[in-house]
């Protein structure tokens, strides 16, 4: 199983954390962002989106992270990543997908150079879109979580899930940012215990391969 991944990429993040979590062993290919190489053949051959991750394994080669994820899921159920019971499965896909569709599309590395590269916005307008959609979302996060019976010492209940596994590479990079996280004291409080396991210790930016390429 190969795992063409990028050390800073969020969405390559929670990749790695579902397979640490799976106890799936895989092969590292860094992909260097921004050096283009995501751009390159044959690397575009195999993800056309020209985008990490992108798994590889015996079955094909699969890409966008929570199809990843859930793919990891139900062919390696244990541990599960999704609750049993439909109406949790919908809250936390709802989580999951309000950091991975919502929040971190508008403030990927693609966006970021569009808006200096394409449109011309300074360093500071561009500063003040990341931390504009970063706070809209993760307030929004704060206030369900902290209001729900359903969070537990995770996003949902005592073990992690698909919605912890989006969470913490997004508040990975707020804090990469410099963007004060202390009014979110239940996602850090649930980020914490998140790092706390080896799973997602592992996967973090700084223990990969290719952390601090330049």
Same mark, same amino acid.
């Given at each position: 199983?190969?795992?063409y991944s990028?050390f800073?990429?969020s969405a390559a993040?929670? $990749?790695r954390?579902?397979l *640490?979590?799976?106890?799936?062993?895989y092969?590292?290919?860094? $992909?260097?962002l921004?050096?283009?190489?995501?751009?390159a053949?044959?690397?575009?051959?195999? *993800?056309?989106?020209?985008l990490?991750p992108?798994?590889? !394994?015996?079955? @094909? =080669?699969?890409t966008? =992270?929570?199809?990843i994820?859930e793919?990891?899921?139900?062919?390696y159920?244990?541990? /599960?990543l999704?609750?049993?019971a439909?109406?949790?499965r %919908?809250r936390?896909? %709802?989580?999951a997908?309000?950091?991975?569709?919502?929040?971190?599309p508008?403030? *990927?590395?693609?966006?970021l150079?569009?808006?200096?590269?394409?449109?011309g916005? =300074?360093?500071?307008a561009?500063?003040?879109w990341?931390?504009?959609?970063?706070?809209l979302?993760? &307030? &929004?996060?704060?206030t369900?979580l %902290?209001g729900?019976?359903?969070?537990g010492?995770?996003?949902h209940g005592?073990? /992690?899930?698909?919605?912890?596994?989006?969470? $913490?590479p997004?508040?990975? *990079?707020a804090?990469? =940012?410099?963007i004060?996280l !202390?009014?979110?004291?239940t996602?850090?409080?649930?980020e &914490?215990a998140?790092n706390a396991l080896p &799973?997602?210790a592992?996967? %973090?930016?700084d223990r990969?391969?290719?952390a @601090?390429?330049t």
């Open positions: 199983m190969k795992l990028y800073r990429s993040y929670r $990749v954390i579902a *640490n979590l799976k106890g799936q062993g092969e590292y290919v860094p $992909v260097h921004r050096k283009g190489e995501q751009s053949a044959p690397y575009r051959d195999m *993800n056309p989106q020209e990490v992108t798994l590889d !394994d015996d079955r @094909g =080669s699969f966008q =992270s929570l199809a994820i793919y990891l899921d139900e062919r159920p244990e541990p /599960p999704l609750p049993k439909p109406e949790t %919908a936390v896909r %709802a989580i997908m309000a950091i991975a569709c919502d929040i971190h508008l403030d *990927n590395l693609r966006v150079r569009y808006l200096t590269r394409t449109i916005a =300074s360093e500071e561009k500063d003040g990341y931390r504009h959609w970063i706070d979302g993760l &307030a &929004a996060l704060e369900q %902290a729900e019976t359903a969070t010492e995770f996003c005592a073990t /992690p899930t698909l919605a912890d596994i989006c969470l $913490v997004q508040l990975a *990079n804090r990469r =940012s410099g004060p !202390d009014a979110y004291t996602l850090t409080r649930i &914490a998140c &799973a997602f592992a996967a %973090a930016p990969q391969p290719d @601090g390429v």
